[in-house]
């Protein structure tokens, strides 16, 4: 099924508004020249590790550790994320650099 022109129109419409809405949001709760308010100082510092828990939730929760290769690509490619963040600190090359690890794992030290 299709949308019509007015259909697509309006869609582009709300689309366009919904998204200029969340870029000024902010600028109109939090205008220049007043404080930050201590919750969104707090939500800062605690949101980046609780996105990173569930990415690593997230990366391991289909794991089985019981058949095949027994985690150990999953497990030996997050060891390099740890080592390389701790190391460098940059997160960037750490997640590019396990991906590529459990990659090259997978398609041929465990294919």
């Known amino acids: 099924m299709t949308m019509t ?3 697509m129109i309006v869609t582009l419409l709300l ?13 109109w709760l ?18 980046p590790a ?12 289909s794991v089985d550790f019981t058949q095949g290769s027994h985690g150990l690509p999953e497990l030996l490619a997050g060891a390099l994320v740890v080592v ?3 190391w460098k600190k940059n997160m960037f090359l750490s ?10 794992l997978i398609r041929l030290v465990f294919a």
């Open 50 to 61: 609780a996105a990173m828990g569930m990415l690593v939730i997230y990366c391991y929760k």
């Open 95 to 104: 997640i590019v650099a396990g991906t590529a690890c459990y990659m090259v």
């Open 84 to 86: 390389l963040q701790k």
């Open 30 to 47: 939090f205008p220049a020249g007043k404080p930050t308010p201590a919750f969104v100082l707090y939500l800062g510092k605690v949101l």
């Open 5 to 7: 022109q007015p259909q």
């Open 15 to 27: 689309v366009m508004a919904a998204t200029v809405l969340t870029r000024f949001i902010s600028f």
